[in-house]
């Protein structure tokens, strides 16, 4: 069974807009992580944000925030002021247990 | 550089060769993770370590496949008979495991390219 699943393939933003990515997540584990990467043309991934299960609060790292809806089982990433160097693969990642889960991704490019 | 390392960072063999790839995690980090990548999906998980125990092997681990991490230091995979669909990125991550976050930082990869 998918435990991540990312819906968008591809995505477009106009440079210093907002963008949101969507991220739904399978578990039955009370506790569990959500993560999202960014993987450059590059291939580097580059870790950008963590939320635990138990987070009250939505997480914040300068631009990225994470949209922690439990009930709904998503996560959705917001990129605000989006800039040309955004353009990559975004993906959600979830751990539960000793597993870690990855979705396929979401190609993000940033128009001028 | 203090960053995960991986070596080589590509490697061509033919079919039925054994190859292995090596991971220097993070000096203090002590898990360590393997994935494989193909074009267009996201990172599937294969193995992890904390330390040297090896806690957790994906389904997708074949007996084709073995990991170590022998001092909890630097880590091994090797796949032995390559086959055609081996053909991948193999990623290693490590993390620090008393931060909550758990946060992985990635190595570069090794392009593995089976003929």
């Known amino acids: 069974a998918q435990k991540i699943t990312q819906t968008q393939p591809g995505m477009f933003v106009q440079e210093k807009e907002a963008v949101t990515l969507d991220c739904t997540y399978d578990t039955s584990d009370p506790s569990y992580g959500l993560f999202w990467y960014k993987q450059p043309s590059s291939g580097e991934m580059i870790f950008l944000i963590y939320?635990?299960?138990?987070?009250?609060q939505n997480a914040t790292e300068g631009r990225y925030s994470l949209n922690f809806q439990k009930a709904r089982k998503s996560a959705n990433l917001v990129i605000s002021a989006s800039q040309l160097g955004d353009s990559a693969m975004y993906f959600c990642a979830m751990n539960t247990g000793n597993q870690f889960y990855f979705g396929t991704g979401t190609s993000l490019t940033v128009i001028p | 550089d203090t960053g995960v390392s991986q070596d080589p960072r590509h490697k061509i063999t033919k079919r039925g060769q054994n190859v292995t790839f090596r991971c220097d995690p993070i000096s203090e980090h002590n898990r360590l993770y393997w994935y494989r990548q193909t074009l267009g999906q996201g990172p599937e998980f294969l193995t992890y370590?904390?330390?040297?125990?090896?806690?957790?092997k994906s389904r997708l681990l074949s007996d084709r496949f073995s990991a170590e991490r022998p001092k909890g230091s630097f880590s091994t995979l090797e796949i032995q008979r390559t086959e055609q669909g081996d053909s991948a990125m193999y990623l290693c991550?490590?993390?620090?495991?008393?931060?909550?976050?758990?946060?992985?930082?990635f190595g570069p990869g090794t392009r593995l390219t089976v003929l």
């Open positions: 939320q635990g299960s138990y987070d009250q």
């Open positions: 991550a490590s993390s620090f495991s008393q931060r909550d976050a758990d946060e992985q930082f």
């Open positions: 370590f904390q330390n040297e125990a090896q806690l957790e």
